[in-house]
């Protein structure tokens, strides 16, 4: 199982970076494009590029909740130690089951409506959500399942982890 976790976090690492790499590409066309006569104006990169964020923000966070690097409080995971990542895992399971029970009629509302501009079915720009929400319940879940097996639950990078 720790494998395809690490696996699976590694993957999700390069793909989040690809998508940052074509996204700043593609910014950085369009407002060269602006500004240079001689380079044509693509009007699709503005579409493409807005789809690539929600897909880049959805992904990212469940990245995130894999890897345990969603911000915290200080203040209050000292004194409530284990309790504190308990309480962590169950909200971010909560907060992904209400992301999947509202992402669900938002994409298939989105399923017979096509871009006028790129003419991509607006559904893989409404289908990040679900994406999203699924990664953000199988992490919140993983770090449950961290915490009985007793392997570490919080963020190993953070500063006020205590050797």
Not at 33 to 49: C, Q
Not at 69 to 89: N, Q, S, Y
Not at 102 to 113: L, V, Y
Not at 114 to 141: D, F, K, M, R, T
Request: a neutral charge; aromatic letters at 12%; charged letters at 15%.
């Amino acid at each position: 199982m720790r494998f395809w976790s690490e696996l699976f976090r590694k993957l999700m690492g390069t793909l989040c970076a690809l998508l940052l790499l074509v996204l700043g590409m593609l910014v950085f066309y369009q407002a060269a494009s602006r500004y240079l006569p001689a380079l044509p104006s693509l009007l699709w990169t503005e579409e493409i590029s807005r789809g690539l964020l929600v897909w880049l923000v959805m992904l990212g966070a469940g990245w995130a909740t894999f890897e345990g690097t969603h911000f915290r409080l200080a203040v209050l995971e000292k004194p409530l130690g284990r309790l504190f990542d308990w309480i962590g895992a169950t909200g971010m399971l909560i907060g992904g089951a209400y992301l999947l029970y509202s992402a669900i009629p938002f994409a298939s509302r989105g399923m017979n409506r096509v871009s006028q501009v790129s003419g991509l079915p607006a559904a893989w720009v409404y289908s990040a959500l679900l994406v999203g929400a699924v990664l953000i319940l199988l992490g919140a879940l993983a770090r449950m399942v961290d915490l009985l097996t007793g392997a570490q639950a919080t963020d190993p990078n953070s500063p006020d982890q205590e050797d």
